[in-house]
């Protein structure tokens, strides 16, 4: 969905009876005044001017800002959801620099705004600098909001930059920060890429060389994260050398499971976890088709989204059973 910028008027282009207006108005605003915010909108005043200070902002902006990061009084809160409520209101207009309310939401940490702008129909993936509300929330560490994001169908692939070798997107940022809650939940995306490529920076030379989220878990002796990938559907490219596997490549890319090392191997081990946890997801996925196939047809009926669902899986992880059934 692309967002249709609407720029909000600018308080200074109006009369002179219609800035005074828009000053009381913005001064109610800012001590947090309902009544006289709503006195202001019922008279016909335009709630989505934006204030004559160089900022530009619009009151519903102004109302997210207000408070410190991740605190919001509930005087605020009852003001934004009267704003949010009039119908006039234009949820996508868009501030030159900061992006729309939903980006401007997830920067001040307001989870409890997140699904009413969603509910509102705000363009959930809009970018600031190529960065949007799900990626900001994930390299802010904002596990919550980034849940909320997800359930709404925020896209996880997106990157901080615009090519293949600008940045990491939402995976890549979990397992840079060693966050593995974070890493579960942005593997839980069904519209996840688990094998995008994207740029990895080696401290030891400063440059930039092609990677993905595999590689980058490795490189980062990112334990946990392996066996959680692996199982996931992230493979091995054999263009890329993975740290901790230089003398068993050949193995590794045979798909020769599970692997065996001439020593104790803590990358072996997580491999091999992987692959032992993906099997199982996928049998478990077979097992309860065989059920819902052999259950009668009313509780079958009563179950079709969750048969749908399974199905979906399924389908999707076709390559992985052919995969798994090799070794």
Same mark, same amino acid.
């Given at each position: 969905?692309?967002?249709?910028?609407?720029?909000?008027?600018?308080?200074?282009?109006?009369?002179?009876?219609?800035?005074?207006?828009?000053?009381?108005?913005?001064?109610?605003?800012?001590?947090?005044?309902?009544?006289?915010?709503?006195?202001?909108?019922?008279? @016909?005043?335009?709630?989505?001017?934006?204030?004559? #200070?160089?900022?530009?902002?619009?009151?519903?902006?102004?109302?997210?800002?207000? @408070? +410190?990061?991740?605190?919001?009084?509930?005087?605020?809160?009852?003001?934004?959801?009267?704003?949010?409520?009039?119908?006039?209101?234009?949820?996508?207009?868009?501030?030159?620099?900061?992006?729309?309310?939903?980006?401007?939401?997830?920067?001040?940490?307001?989870?409890?705004?997140?699904?009413?702008?969603?509910?509102?129909?705000?363009?959930?993936?809009?970018?600031?600098?190529?960065?949007?509300?799900?990626?900001?929330?994930?390299?802010?560490? &904002?596990?919550?909001?980034? =849940?909320?994001?997800?359930?709404?169908?925020?896209? +996880?692939?997106? =990157?901080?930059?615009?090519?293949?070798?600008?940045?990491?997107?939402?995976?890549?940022?979990?397992?840079?920060?060693?966050?593995?809650?974070?890493?579960?939940?942005?593997?839980? #995306?069904?519209?996840?890429?688990?094998?995008?490529?994207?740029?990895?920076?080696?401290?030891?030379?400063?440059?930039?060389?092609?990677?993905?989220?595999?590689?980058?878990?490795?490189?980062?002796?990112?334990?946990?994260?392996?066996?959680?990938?692996?199982?996931?559907?992230?493979?091995?490219?054999?263009?890329?050398?993975?740290? @901790?596997?230089?003398?068993?490549?050949?193995?590794? &890319?045979?798909?020769?499971?599970?692997?065996?090392?001439?020593?104790?191997?803590?990358?072996?081990?997580?491999?091999?976890? @992987?692959?032992?946890?993906?099997? /199982?997801?996928?049998? #478990?996925?077979?097992? &309860?088709?065989?059920?819902?196939? /052999?259950?009668?047809?009313?509780? =079958?009926?009563?179950? /079709? =989204?969750?048969?749908?669902?399974?199905?979906?899986?399924?389908?999707?992880?076709?390559?992985?059973?052919?995969?798994?059934?090799?070794?």
């Amino acid at each position: 969905m692309v967002a249709l910028v609407q720029k909000p008027i600018h308080a200074s282009s109006l009369s002179s009876v219609q800035q005074v207006s828009s000053k009381v108005f913005f001064d109610a605003v800012g001590r947090g005044d309902l009544k006289r915010i709503m006195e202001f909108v019922q008279g @016909g005043g335009d709630i989505n001017i934006a204030n004559a #200070s160089i900022l530009g902002f619009s009151a519903l902006f102004l109302t997210i800002s207000h @408070g +410190p990061i991740g605190q919001m009084e509930p005087k605020r809160l009852a003001i934004f959801d009267y704003l949010i409520n009039q119908k006039e209101l234009r949820i996508n207009s868009v501030h030159p620099t900061m992006g729309n309310a939903l980006n401007y939401a997830v920067r001040f940490k307001r989870e409890e705004l997140i699904q009413p702008l969603i509910d509102s129909g705000i363009v959930i993936d809009h970018r600031v600098g190529n960065v949007s509300p799900l990626l900001q929330a994930c390299d802010c560490g &904002y596990l919550d909001i980034a =849940r909320i994001l997800l359930a709404n169908g925020a896209n +996880p692939n997106i =990157r901080f930059g615009p090519s293949i070798r600008s940045s990491f997107s939402c995976m890549g940022v979990a397992i840079q920060k060693k966050n593995f809650p974070l890493l579960e939940l942005i593997l839980s #995306s069904t519209s996840l890429d688990v094998n995008q490529q994207y740029a990895f920076q080696r401290s030891s030379s400063g440059q930039y060389h092609l990677s993905n989220a595999l590689h980058q878990a490795f490189e980062n002796d990112f334990i946990d994260a392996i066996a959680e990938l692996i199982a996931a559907g992230a493979i091995f490219d054999p263009n890329l050398t993975y740290h @901790g596997f230089e003398e068993i490549t050949s193995s590794l &890319y045979q798909q020769e499971f599970p692997l065996k090392g001439e020593k104790p191997n803590k990358y072996i081990d997580a491999v091999n976890e @992987g692959f032992a946890l993906k099997k /199982k997801r996928v049998s #478990s996925l077979i097992d &309860y088709r065989k059920v819902l196939k /052999k259950a009668p047809v009313e509780e =079958r009926d009563r179950d /079709k =989204r969750t048969h749908e669902l399974v199905q979906e899986i399924f389908d999707g992880n076709r390559g992985v059973v052919g995969l798994i059934c090799s070794y």
